[in-house]
């Protein structure tokens, strides 16, 4: 068998975002971002642990309309030592919550731009 070139190692994630901005202040009050750059007048490339986040206004990738596409399901994890109290400060900071705690495990949440992420044990 021929080994693969391609690592098995999630580089980084984009996010769809319609300003990079107002994303950038919400993704760091949210996730307690520190740092990050700035890159095209499109890119904020977040300084993360693990995998990297890059939030992005996509201009190449929106349709004939200029519509942005959107994470229409949680295709995105972000990580927590406790789930309830991730849920009580997102609660808290008026994010938009699709589910209650599942499983004692997880719930989804909205971004500004309609993007579907998900907070797990």
Sequence with gaps: MIKSPIKNKVNL???????IEKSKEWYTSILDIQEGEE?????FVADMEGTGM??????MWRDKSGRLPRLDFPAIQFATDDIHESYHFMK?????LIT????NQYFVF?????NLLMVCN
Excluded: A, Q
């Design 54 to 59: 890059i939030l992005d206004t996509m201009p």
């Design 110 to 114: 909205k971004d500004p731009d309609g």
């Design 92 to 96: 808290d900071k008026g994010v938009e």
């Design 100 to 103: 209650e705690i599942e499983n």
């Design 13 to 19: 994630v984009f996010i769809p975002v319609s300003d």
């Design 39 to 43: 890159h095209f007048d499109h890119l």
